[in-house]
């Protein structure tokens, strides 16, 4: 069975952190994986990702210097560190996954073919 699970969310005050995890079953490769959010009122947006040509991880300019994506290979899991949260981070993050062939960036919401549940993410000031 394809799908992806995410967990990690939660209410945080500003200036915290949170690691949200991804785990990723049933596929034998992809092209891209990254997280993504949807604040209310707003289009879901990049935040990090990692794409296999170039083996390049990118992120939003605006959680440079704050976010860390991360990869382990041997779990199937992806991560996202988030320190030094603001209340504009609130939002419903998702992890997604591309598994054909890729000439987008990988930030770049469209294209990705599975997605995870979600998971909600509140920092408070």
């Known amino acids: 069975q394809l799908q992806l699970v995410e967990s990690g969310g939660g209410l945080v005050q500003s200036g915290g952190s949170l690691r949200l995890s991804c785990e990723f079953s049933?596929?034998?490769?992809?092209?891209?994986i990254g997280w993504f959010r949807q604040a209310p009122g707003k289009e879901r947006a990049g935040v990090s990702c990692?794409?296999?040509?170039?083996?390049?991880?990118n992120y939003a300019d605006s959680v440079k210097g704050r976010f860390t994506f991360s990869r382990d290979n041997a779990k199937n899991t992806v991560y996202l560190q988030m320190n030094t949260l603001k209340p504009e981070d609130t939002a419903v993050y998702y992890c997604a996954l591309h598994s054909g062939i890729r000439s987008r960036r990988c930030l770049d919401s469209r294209d990705y073919n599975y997605w995870g549940q979600g998971t909600q993410v509140t920092v408070s000031s």
């Open positions: 049933g596929f034998t490769d992809y092209s891209a």
């Open positions: 990692f794409a296999r040509r170039g083996s390049s991880t």
